[in-house]
Every structure is written in structure tokens, then in C-alpha cells.
T-cell receptor, first 118, second 115 residues
Framework: GAVVSQHPSRVICKSGTSVKIECRSL??????MFWYRQFPKKSLMLMAT?????????EQGVEKDKFLINHASLTLSTLTVTSAHPEDSSFYIC??????????????FGPGTRLLVL | AQKITQTQPGMFVQEKEAVTLDCTYD???????LFWYKQPSSGEMIFLIY??????QNATEGRYSLNFQKARKSANLVISASQLGDSAMYFC????????????FGKGTSLLVTP
């Protein structure tokens, strides 16, 4: 089945630094990818929709200058957390729309990235 | 307004028994999709089952079935013959319309399967 990978799986950084998270669709092309954020024991909240070759669409309340998204190819989207602060510590997870067995719609999720900002 | 409501924060079920996880949704779109995902402690989101709004039959996938009641706007997940490995968080999600395709998630239900 289709696979979405994320790198890194865990990252610890100092406050004020920037962190880049990569999301790749390994065996299919994804013109649209999604970035979610999940706090402990909470649900997934959509941050932005990443569109290949165009600007990302951000959800209300998400700072686009803080969370930079680049979707440079059909298989890669990156999320950069700029000038990270402790409140940015969270679980970040990406997804891409696809089909199971060519028929059943699904969204394939990456394994997620745990970010801890000290 | 909450689009996906999961009213059961936590559920217990004994191994080999069946369990139903509740999900209700709110949309004015005619075309939408409903999803269930399992999230173990590792954090990965595992796709379980999908139901399209125009699908007349309830979706089934192995031990998982979706009890789709369109008029009541409910999409409950039924897990038959529970296994210890089924212990995890379960999220119901909805994709509205045919554009965007992002998912709105419910708050989740924590399922614990006991021996």
C-alpha cells in the first residue's frame, strides 16, 4: 500500500532555532498534502494544506510566517517551524490523499514528528 | 461548531467481545466521506475504514464495520472479536465536499481491551 514517510521522527532543539520536517509520499504522487498538529491526549488539528507548486493554505489562527510550508515536488512537502519556542512543542503529522486498491478513498498519514523545544 | 462528535472518552471491552465506538457528524454537504483511524501509543495513524455519503451499504473491512445511519448522521465503528492489540485511541473523521480533502477529526475514544 501507499506509504508516507516523515523525517525526523523526533527532534529536540533549543528555543529560537528553526526546525525542518519533511513529508514524502514514497510510491505515489501527492499534489496535496496536509499538516496536522496534535497535543498530548488531544485530537489532530489541521494546520495547513500544502499544494504542489503553489502557496499553502493555512487554517485560521495558524501563523504562516511561523510555520513555513514548501511543496516543491509531487512527493515532498516540508514544514519549517521558525524561531521555535517551547509552546511549539507538539506532535506534527502529515498526510496525503490516496486510494486503497484504486477504489477506496483514504488519507495516508506519515508516522509523525515529535518536536520538543527547550 | 464541532463537526465530528465522539461522546465516549474511554471504553473498556473484554477480549473476544464486540465493541461499538460512537461517532456523529454535522455537515450540510451532500457529498462527504467518513473515516475511522486507530492511533496506538506510537502515534502513527492507521486507516481502518471509509464510508462515502453515497454508499448505500455499510463499509466492512475484516473485523471492522461501520454502522452508517445517514438520517441520524451517525457513523459508528464496530469492532468484532476484540483483541488486546486493539487497545488504542480511535478517531472518527470527516471530509466534506469534493474540494480540499482535509479531514476534520473528533476528539477520539480511548479503547482498552482487557483479558
Amino acid at each position: 500500500g501507499a506509504v508516507v514517510s516523515q523525517h525526523p521522527s523526533r527532534v529536540i532543539c533549543k528555543s529560537g532555532t528553526s526546525v525542518k520536517i519533511e513529508c514524502r509520499s514514497l510510491d505515489f504522487q501527492a499534489t496535496t498534502m496536509f499538516w496536522y498538529r496534535q497535543f498530548p491526549k488531544k485530537s489532530l488539528m489541521l494546520m495547513a494544506t500544502s499544494n504542489e507548486g503553489s502557496k499553502a493554505t493555512y487554517e485560521q489562527g495558524v501563523e504562516k510566517d511561523k510555520f513555513l510550508i514548501n511543496h516543491a515536488s509531487l512527493t515532498l512537502s516540508t514544514l519549517t517551524v521558525t524561531s521555535a519556542h517551547p509552546e511549539d512543542s507538539s506532535f506534527y503529522i502529515c498526510s496525503a490523499r490516496g486510494w486503497v486498491s484504486g477504489e477506496q478513498e483514504t488519507q495516508y498519514f506519515g508516522p509523525g514528528t515529535r518536536l520538543l523545544v527547550l | 461548531a464541532q463537526k465530528i462528535t465522539q461522546t465516549q472518552p474511554g471504553m473498556f471491552v473484554q477480549e473476544k467481545e464486540a465493541v461499538t465506538l460512537d461517532c456523529t457528524y454535522d455537515t450540510s454537504d451532500q457529498s462527504y466521506g467518513l473515516f475511522w483511524y486507530k492511533q496506538p501509543s506510537s502515534g502513527e495513524m492507521i486507516f481502518l475504514i471509509y464510508q462515502g455519503s453515497y454508499d448505500e451499504q455499510n463499509a466492512t473491512e475484516g473485523r471492522y464495520s461501520l454502522n452508517f445511519q445517514k438520517a441520524r448522521k451517525s457513523a459508528n465503528l464496530v469492532i468484532s472479536a476484540s483483541q488486546l492489540g486493539d487497545s488504542a485511541m480511535y478517531f472518527c473523521a470527516m471530509r466534506e465536499g469534493m474540494a480540499g480533502y482535509a479531514l476534520n477529526f473528533g476528539k477520539g475514544t480511548s479503547l482498552l481491551v482487557t483479558p
